[in-house]
């Protein structure tokens, strides 16, 4: 992570349902089982920011082992050691994976903080790291290494290529541990069940 975030530029759209534009901020993006790239079967992403400029979510149901909370804490000097708080790592995408990414409620927020809607945040600077290790910070959180971006359009053509459904978020999807039950309880909030899906299926 990097003291000052890079992520405050992105602009938003409304969280709860996609715009008049089609734009998915604040909303899951759920891959179909016919996903042909590995590094995202299965997988629920949480878009951060979606515009006409691109997109970039976080993948949540990717655990990461190694490190641990507190490793990583200690390999970025951030104390007190052992921290008071304990944080869920999972890798959130494959650009930049040597970054992290803090997605957690807005009941705390720091100057570097991405507000993506009135109940969620990002933060990709030390600031939020150092006040959890603390035993403050924000109720729920999970912190991401690295991100899922899509270039102007990319994401909305795979959309139309069956590639991803969307659907609403939720804190047990987003910040439980339950990770290999995270996809099929994304498609059970849209009555989906995955053995009815193929790949010429529509899109939600």
């Known amino acids: 992570m990097r003291e000052k975030g890079h992520i405050s530029q992105m602009t938003t759209s409304k969280p709860s349902t996609p715009d008049a534009g089609g734009f998915l901020t604040g909303q899951l993006l759920i891959a179909m089982p016919a996903m042909g790239d590995p590094r995202f079967s299965q997988s629920i992403i949480y878009m951060c920011a979606h515009t006409a400029e691109g997109a970039m979510g976080l993948v949540l149901n990717r655990p990461v082992v190694k490190p641990t909370f507190a490793e990583l804490l200690k390999q970025l000097k951030v104390a007190p050691d052992p921290p008071a708080r304990q944080v869920r790592l999972c890798a959130g995408g494959p650009v930049e994976n040597a970054r992290g990414f803090v997605l957690h409620t807005n009941d705390w927020t720091g100057e570097g903080s991405l507000r993506v809607n009135d109940e969620l945040a990002l933060t990709a600077s030390l600031d939020v790291l150092q006040v959890i290790a603390g035993g ?3 109720r729920e959180c999970v912190l991401a290494l690295g991100y899922a971006g899509w270039g102007p359009g990319q994401l909305d053509w795979e959309i139309h290529q069956n590639a991803w459904l969307s659907g609403p978020a939720d804190e047990p999807l987003l910040f ?7 996809w ?9 069940d995955p053995l009815l899906l193929s790949d010429v299926a529509g899109h939600a």
Do not use: M, Q, S, Y
């Not at 439980?176 to 995270?182: E, G, L, S, V």
């Open 136 to 138: 403050g910070g924000p």
């Open 184 to 192: 099929r309880r994304a498609l059970a909030k849209l009555h989906v």
């Open 176 to 182: 439980d541990a339950n990770h290999d039950t995270k």
